[in-house]
């Protein structure tokens, strides 16, 4: 497959970013970099950056040793190649990625800002036309890639962002673990996230497009009953991988939830296409975005609305199960490696000059008043859903679950735990942050 759109070029790394924009507040982190807000000096224009940072760190004592991350350096380069070819042709479903700059040491990825992480909204009462809507969103995105001969290989709800002018619109981004894919044969290796890995990736027969397909897949089912597609009983990320190779305990797809009235027909099927163990019969993206459960209208927007939640399903998974399970696989951004970039930050900003050198290298200016904007700015259905969570939270005085199981970060974030349900594999790259 191939879009004669979208160009590869290696001609993307400009010099200075200090000479055209402004750094404002982290955003979010991962494990060896950071997100944070951008402001164009010229226009004015409010971005995300993602910082990268190719140092190597010393694994024992967590040191920067100064010397550049070869594997690092070339998995950045890469991502940034993949990511600005995806953005050579426009498509609203993957984060649009404007410059990529370099120092040597801090790659700068500057991007479209998006509002909060897919998650965010996933909150109780998501109705089959909010879950049509989501994965009809994220097959877009994800067809989009592939036009453009690229496979993801990191498809998972932490990677879709919720952003466009009403921040209502699903995007794709984080292509870190991107590959292209050959004229000839198959790709090989394991990347991306234990829970939401394909089989044939696993079992190293070699895999093509339809990895991110059973991905896709994975996020639908987590959405739609509250839990993986795979749970063995050590939920460990190797567990995960080995339940996933070997289909053992087996996959089930709770037919039985249609059969009671307590899902479509059209949601099951849809899972079942995309989770299927033979790559050979598994739908395409295109194909997905056919299927009849994406033709389910949503709900009408209004920010009033209020949904009664579903009675709890006795099936559904347990909220501190998931959270456990999130807790497991969850990748730490290392706290060294933070304060490495942020002083790396520091001394560039000094170098560069600025209107807020010194301890206000970040513009903070009107943040909050942006934030309340943002808040007035965001469409109804989300409106709605946050203040679904508000009310249930003073209702039921923080009940963990959502309808769907899944407990969004709003709720999460008043038990002061992380949602993210995830661990990075990448074995491309053995190396690991320090932890001293
Ligand atoms: N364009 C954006 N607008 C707003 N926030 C963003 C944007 N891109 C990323 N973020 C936030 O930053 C976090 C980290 O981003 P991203 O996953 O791209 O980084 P990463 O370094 O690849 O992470 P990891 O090492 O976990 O893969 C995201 O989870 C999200 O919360």
Known sequence: MGCGACKASDDVFEVNFYDSYKLGKKLGQGTFGQVRLAKDKFNDAELAVKIVDVRHYDEKTGACTGEISRSRNKATRDEILHWKRICASNCEHVVKLHKAFSDNSLYYMVCERCKRSMLDMTVDGLTEGDLSNMFQQMSKGILHTHSCGIVHRDVKPDNFLWGGPTHSTLKLCDFGLAATMPAVGKLGGIYGTAP???????????????????????????????????????????????????????????????AEGRC?????????????????????????????????????????EEHEPAEPDPDSPRPMHVR????????RPSPTVQNGID???????????????GSNMFFSEGDEDKEKEQQDDVSPTMRAADCRIRKKNSRRNVKHATHSGVISPAVMGQLGANTSASSEENEGEPESPPNP
């Open 324 to 331: 456990s399970i999130a807790q497991n696989l969850m990748s």
């Open 343 to 357: 002083e790396l930050l520091q001394k560039l900003f000094d170098k560069h000059g600025g209107e807020a050198a």
């Open 264 to 304: 479509s027909e059209q949601l099951i099927s849809f899972i079942a296409s995309s989770l299927c163990r033979d790559a050979t019969k598994r739908s395409s993206v295109q194909q997905l975005l056919q299927h009849p459960f994406l033709a389910i209208p949503s709900r009408p927007e209004s920010p009033t």
């Open 196 to 258: 939401y890995m394909a089989p044939e990736m696993l079992r190293g027969v070699g895999y093509d497009y339809l990895v991110d397909v059973w991905s896709l897949g994975a996020v639908a089912y987590l959405l739609s009953f509250g839990r993986f597609p795979y749970t063995p009983m050590e939920q460990t990320s190797a567990s995960m991988k080995d339940a996933i190779s070997k289909d053992s305990p087996a996959l089930r797809i709770p037919l039985e939830r249609a």
